[in-house]
């Protein structure tokens, strides 16, 4: 199943695109937060690949669209960093930046 939702994240509006369980039954779900300068995504997207791409991206962990923009972040991209994603922030905090 396919949900997207508009979320807030700290005051800015962010798009959030889940999909429940993609593996099946038990499988955790892949989510990803989009805003309009990088996005947020689960440990089902690839990190070192957005880095290639030059995408500003940033990594947290999280059941839903309420975890992941309440959880730290995990990782992110050089261009993440560019954009003014820091280390320590969490999930709503780097989707601001990024909105």
């Keep these: 199943m396919l949900t997207i939702e508009?979320?807030?994240?700290?005051?800015?509006?962010v798009q959030g695109t889940m999909v429940t369980a993609p593996g099946g039954e038990g499988h955790p779900n892949m989510i990803l937060v989009q805003g309009t300068k990088g996005y947020l995504?689960?440990?089902?997207?690839?990190?070192a690949a957005a880095d290639k791409f030059g995408d500003a991206a940033v990594l947290v962990?999280?059941?839903d669209f309420a975890a992941v923009l309440a959880n730290p972040i995990k990782g992110m991209t050089e261009a993440a960093k560019k954009a003014g994603v820091t280390e320590g922030m969490t999930g709503a905090?780097?989707?601001?930046v990024l909105a």
């Design 6 to 13: 508009q979320l807030d994240a700290n005051g800015k509006t």
């Design 41 to 47: 995504m689960c440990g089902y997207l690839n990190l």
């Design 61 to 63: 962990g999280g059941a």
């Design 93 to 96: 905090e780097a989707a601001a």
